[in-house]
């Protein structure tokens, strides 16, 4: 059984720095893709960031692009969101998600089968 887990979120001032990490256990990922979404209170979940899970291109939103970096290392199974000056704006929950995207749906929801619980990652003063 698969089970994504998040960790790293917490409180942080304006222009700080967080890393969050996402650990995959219970299947074999190769061939998949690894994706950050977040949900600010009384918004949809949208996309931050994805890349496939055995390297190659990686993907951010434009609101992100210049700050979060999503990086894996090597072969272990954990992915990270490293996020740089972070605004207020970026408070929500962060959920790491594992699926088949095409290039085309790497920010699509559905292209994803597998969903953590999410971290809460608060920016504030």
């Known amino acids: 059984q698969v089970q994504l887990m998040e960790s790293g979120g917490g409180l942080v001032q304006p222009g700080g720095s967080l890393r969050l990490s996402c650990t995959a256990s219970?299947?074999?990922?190769?061939?998949?893709?690894v994706s950050w979404f977040r949900q600010a209170p009384g918004k949809e979940r949208e996309f931050v960031s994805a890349r496939r899970w055995n390297g190659g291109n990686t993907y951010y939103a434009d609101s992100v692009k210049g700050r979060f970096s999503i990086v894996k290392a090597g072969s272990n199974s954990a992915v990270y969101l490293q996020m740089n000056s972070l605004k207020p704006e970026d408070t929500a929950v962060y959920y790491c998600a594992v699926g088949r995207p095409i290039t085309s749906t790497m920010a699509t929801m559905s292209a994803y089968y597998y969903w953590g619980q999410g971290t809460q990652v608060t920016v504030s003063a």
């Open positions: 219970g299947g074999t990922f190769s061939g998949y893709s």
